[in-house]
């Protein structure tokens, strides 16, 4: 599972941005590349050590549910929510469209 | 400096009038947030209306807390309803969140009065304030160097006397590392200790929110008021908790202080920092406690594994801002060039990169090279901190390898800027407490800080052997 030499290439970098959606101009795709590479490198440091029985810890405490009686409380107040936002229709949230028109 | 307690004490008694308190602090703000750009926001009507209100309550013969007409700076990643709360980023900017964050709260229950919102990096991302959409924030010691990071709006107002008290958020070392730069007092507290709810979530596993102060009887006034259980944050411990303020002077008798060989002579730590640590052992010695060296090999991968769980947890935490519901939103003709555009526009430079290196980490193929090693290290620098607490009680090691740094100096190179955070980043991964104090100034002038951790739960055994620190500090 170690990865290649070459610790990230740009057509990878692009396909994370896509992942992230973020959407980088290609001198922020350039500079990430060998800004990243030089991270992972340095994070390869961590191949030396043995990991025979260690399990991963995800959280620093032991997580339970938590959960609370099923009865109606006040939730936070919609017109104030909706004031946030940068559309709004009818009381929701208005975005471009998500599908292709038929 | 005027410290906390004195004035609750002289609030609560009627000796000084909260509007006196608070007019004051305004004053300081005044003359020098032009320069040092540490606070955001000035609430100065509201301030000075709340401040009114506390003296009411006294006039009426009433208690209004133990922070009594406190000024309390909040890091602007922390949630005050109808207040702007930006996190340093343009994604944010102008948003008033609909909500107050149970510290907050807390703050105000206790008489203290949010006095505006601190500057800080972008989402809490960095350790020199220097990430910030709205400019950088100065040392008040020397304003062409960095005040640290990420909370440095928060350090440099203590230090700035723009308010006795400030609040952070410590993701790794983002209260202690500005705390040791800025010549202030800062607590990470104990994973779970403080609610997270109404904090603008980072890396939710490291994120904990903690006081800054003058002196460590305030640092322990303000964690007392704001720690304990929280329904709304499902992560917060549910054990009734030791308040750290009664025990504070009980001296360090019998301590067993362990000096963390790694972090207090390892490559790059500053030879004075490295001498103040051993200074502040001393100290400790001399009141009676037991000093030993201690090594825990796994904490030199720290930084590294680190810097792959925190910008993963990033990367699903920030998936959040996509133009829908709250802030920026730039136009486009669907909803992925819509959400694509708006992220390249809200968000800076070290942002993105964290986006993306979490974004990688926890692709296929790379899971198990990266984030799957990250976590096994966690374990393995939580074994390390098991193993060594066995015999002692508390732990010291330098907050940071360095005094403050020059504006731009780290800028360019995101590996140097990382290091800065090598001695606060295994606390975060283990989730136990530590706190950072000011030892003496170092060849430069500036501030030189010494870290003390505990294990989970120890913060009133760091806060004794801090006091003591505190009290031979040069």
Known sequence: MTPDPVAITRAEVAHVAKLARLGLTADEIDRLTGELA??????RD???LDFTGVEPTTHPLPLVNVVRPDEVEPTLDRDEVLTAAPEVEDNRFRVPRILEAP | MDRAYEIAASVRSGERSAREVIDGYLDNVAARNDELNALLLVGADAARASADAIDAVVAQGKDPGPLAGVPVVLKDNLCQRGVPTTCGSRILEGWKPPYTATVVEAVIAAGGIALGKANLDEFAMGSSTENSAFGP???????SRVPGGSS???AAAVAAEFAPLALGSDTG???R???ALCGVVGVKPTYGRVSRYGLVAFASSLDQIGP?????SDA???????????????TSIADQLIPVAPSLNEGVAGLRVGVIEELTNGEGVAPEVSAAVSAAAAALEAAGAIIEMVSLPSTQFGLSAYYMIAPAEASSNLARYDGVRYGLRVDGDDLSTMNERTRDAGFGAEVKRRIMLGTYALSAGYYDAYYGRAQRVRTLITRDFDRVYENCDVLLSPTSPTTAFKLGDRTADPMAMYQSDVCTIPTNLAGHPAMSLPWGKGADGMPVGVQVLAPALGEPTMFRAARVIEDAAP
């Not at chain 1, 030089?38 to 994070?43: D, E, P, W």
């Not at chain 2, 800054?212 to 460590?216: G, H, L, N, Q, R």
């Not at chain 2, 322990?220 to 499902?234: C, E, N, Q, T, V």
């Open chain 1, 38 to 43: 030089g991270i992972l490198i340095h994070a």
């Open chain 2, 173 to 175: 070392g983002s209260i």
């Open chain 2, 152 to 154: 440095g709006g928060s």
């Open chain 2, 137 to 143: 924030t100065r040392n008040p010691h020397d304003p």
């Open chain 2, 220 to 234: 322990a006034l303000l964690l007392d008021a704001i720690s304990g259980h929280d329904r709304r944050d499902s």
């Open chain 1, 46 to 48: 961590m191949g030396e």
């Open chain 2, 212 to 216: 800054f102060a003058t002196s460590v």
């Open chain 2, 177 to 179: 590392q500005p705390a």
